[in-house]
């Protein structure tokens, strides 16, 4: 079903009228993806106080302009880990639908020994936290949704002692990084293709992938009178899929721009609204304030007449008033009052 984590790899089954007898998973939504949420589990039933713990970590959707980008992970006492082993995980890429699908329903049937949660990205945030003034990428966004997950897991009162991270970016520094923030867990270990080296990352893989799946089966549109109109041949998703742009280029609005599904920070689509849709600029405050304050230097014939006349006005009136008198300090400065401007 859906888009592939790999450029590479995809799938053209995005959206097909198969895909509704699909089963859904608990970590799904029944509401339109405005805002990004976490979905997580209770703790494993077996799991006693204290008892040391293995959790991965693993993403979906990444590198799609369509659709939520999702964060797994998964957790298990590592004395379990042999058990975890037995029970097939694989990279989610390398997975057929239905394959993803029966593990997942493998991990929901093991509430004794595994707990998992994920954190569901909308387009929306996602856009919007690349598009802010200070910079903040994707890398920078994969992090802080990584970080807080495992937070999330100790603050419940999981005793984490080992982790495996997908990289992205270099794992070199992510490691560091994360080994900072966490010091308290004996061994931190990211790598390059870990959903395929450890079956805990790969169990986490199957839980962000098959909620992404979900999510893009079942699509809400949230812009009223389209959900009957527009088209679910999504394509793969990838920018590189002409069947993606085709589908971006049709449904296009030239001043709106896209349903909330799309990822509009994208060069994709800025591409495709700079050539074909209407511009619109927005002044903003610091423009306003300027054009307020250049109208006070840039006065109108009409302006100028009214100003000379309330100059004879004030004159006029300052003259037929009587004399002040002169404070002490201005006469012994040598100062004089002025009655025009």
């Known amino acids: 079903m859906s888009f592939e984590d790999s450029d590479n790899e995809v799938d053209q089954k995005v959206g097909s009228?198969?895909?509704?007898?699909?089963?859904?998973?608990?970590?799904?939504t029944n509401a339109p993806l405005l805002k990004s949420y976490t979905y997580a589990t209770?703790?494993?039933?077996?799991?006693?106080?204290?008892?040391?713990?293995?959790?991965?970590?693993?993403?979906?959707?990444?590198g799609p302009v369509l659709g939520p980008m999702v964060y797994g992970i998964c957790y298990c006492p590592i004395d379990r880990q042999d058990e975890l082993k037995t029970m097939g995980f694989a990279d989610s890429k390398t997975l057929k639908e239905?394959?993803?699908?029966?593990?997942?329903?493998?991990?929901?049937?093991?509430?004794?020994?595994?707990?998992?949660?994920?954190?569901?990205l909308s387009p929306m945030d996602i856009s919007n936290s690349m598009l802010r003034q200070e910079k903040y990428n994707l890398n920078a966004l994969a992090h802080d949704t990584t970080i807080q997950l495992i937070r999330d897991t100790l603050d419940k009162g999981v005793n984490i002692r080992e982790v495996y991270v997908d990289t992205v970016g270099p794992p070199e520094t992510y490691q560091k990084k994360l080994e900072g923030l966490f010091p308290k867990i004996a061994k931190i270990t990211v790598a390059k293709k870990a959903d395929s080296k450890y079956p805990i990352v790969s169990a986490a893989s199957i839980c962000?992938?098959?909620?992404?799946d979900d999510v893009l089966r079942h699509w809400i549109f949230a812009e009223e009178?389209?959900?009957?109109?527009?088209?679910?041949?999504?394509?793969?998703?990838?920018?590189?899929d002409p069947k993606t742009v085709q589908w971006l280029k049709k449904?296009?609005?030239?001043?709106?721009?896209?349903?909330?599904i799309v990822r509009f920070s994208w060069g994709t689509c800025?591409?495709?609204?700079?050539?074909?849709?209407?511009?619109?600029?927005?002044?903003?405050?610091?423009?306003?304030?300027?054009?307020?304050?250049?109208?006070?230097?840039?006065?109108?014939?009409?302006?100028?007449?009214?100003?000379?006349?309330?100059?004879?006005?004030?004159?006029t009136f300052i003259a037929k008033t009587p004399p002040r008198p002169?404070?002490?300090?201005?006469?012994?400065?040598?100062?004089?009052?002025?009655?025009?401007?």
């Open 98 to 120: 239905d394959e993803r699908d029966s593990l997942l329903d493998v991990i929901v049937s093991r509430p004794d020994m595994i707990g998992w949660s994920v954190r569901v």
């Open 42 to 62: 209770p703790l494993p039933t077996d799991l006693k106080p204290d008892q040391e713990c293995i959790l991965g970590v693993d993403e979906a959707g990444r």
């Open 225 to 240: 009178g389209i959900k009957d109109t527009i088209s679910r041949e999504f394509g793969s998703g990838y920018p590189s």
């Open 251 to 260: 449904n296009m609005d030239p001043v709106f721009g896209y349903p909330n």
């Open 270 to 315: 800025k591409t495709l609204l700079d050539a074909s849709g209407t511009a619109v600029r927005w002044p903003n405050e610091d423009e306003e304030d300027q054009r307020r304050i250049s109208t006070l230097f840039n006065r109108t014939e009409k302006d100028a007449s009214e100003l000379a006349e309330q100059k004879r006005q004030y004159s």
């Open 326 to 341: 002169v404070p002490q300090l201005m006469q012994d400065m040598g100062l004089k009052s002025v009655i025009d401007f």
């Open 208 to 212: 962000a992938k098959v909620t992404r």
């Open 17 to 28: 009228p198969s895909d509704a007898t699909s089963t859904r998973p608990p970590s799904g």
